[in-house]
T-cell receptor, first 113, second 113 residues
């Protein structure tokens, strides 16, 4: 079965500091990968998705970026965090060949102070 | 553009009560429709899905029917349990891009014993 690992689980960072969140997938190859942000009490906002190594589609203009250096690794980064970047960040994947079955990681809770 | 609208919560029910969470969508063509569940502090889990009109998705006693004529995908359960307390998200994936998912804002369900 497929599993997504995210770390760290929680993170508190000052405004203006850099960010790196990591997501790795087990149990499938060539997955589609996604980063979502969930603000407090709100739904999910798709930030980035990737259909292959080095291929990144950005859905929302912002100060975040994403990279996919390996098939099952997806990284969310920022050079300078804003207060508005606080939220719950979820990594998701669609297993190769199984479209429409998106599964999620446990999430990273980011607080920017 | 494509979007999902869910009834606002929280919804509070007594154990064994009947549950309905309304979801309507706006989309071109025939999207795939989903319900996800999120337990406190966790990522999302796929609960059920339907990929064409009149399909009924079901899982763990929950059901939802894809109604093209009313553009709806309401979630129902005949008898809720305390363990069903969670946030429920309706989502769609458009037919023109299976890589994209649009989520509703989520409905929190509280079930009291």
């Amino acid at each position: 079965s497929q599993t997504i690992h995210q770390w760290p689980a929680t993170l508190v960072q000052p405004v203006g500091s850099p960010l790196s969140l990591e997501c790795t997938v087990e149990g499938t190859s060539n997955p589609n990968l996604y980063w979502y942000r969930q603000a407090a009490g709100r739904g999910l906002q798709l930030l980035f998705y990737s259909v292959g190594i080095g291929q990144i589609s950005s859905e929302v203009p912002q100060n975040l970026s994403a990279s996919r250096p390996q098939d099952r690794q997806f990284i969310l980064s920022s050079k300078k965090l804003l207060l508005s970047d606080s939220g719950f960040y979820l990594c998701a994947a669609i297993a190769g060949g199984r479209y429409n079955e998106q599964f999620f990681g446990p999430g990273t809770r980011l607080t920017v102070l | 553009g494509d979007s999902v609208t869910q009834m606002e919560g929280p919804v509070t029910l007594s154990e064994e009560a009947f549950l309905t969470i309304n979801c309507t969508y706006t989309a071109t063509g025939y999207p795939s429709l989903f319900w996800y569940v999120q337990y406190p502090g966790e990522g999302l889990q796929l609960l059920l899905k339907a990929t064409k009109a009149d399909d009924k998705g079901s899982n763990k006693g929950f059901e939802a029917t894809y109604r093209k004529e009313t553009t709806s995908f309401h979630l129902e359960k005949g008898s809720v349990q305390v363990s069903d307390s969670a946030v429920y998200f309706c989502a769609l994936s458009p037919p023109y891009n299976f890589n994209k998912f649009y989520f509703g804002s989520g409905t929190k369900l509280n079930v009291k014993p």
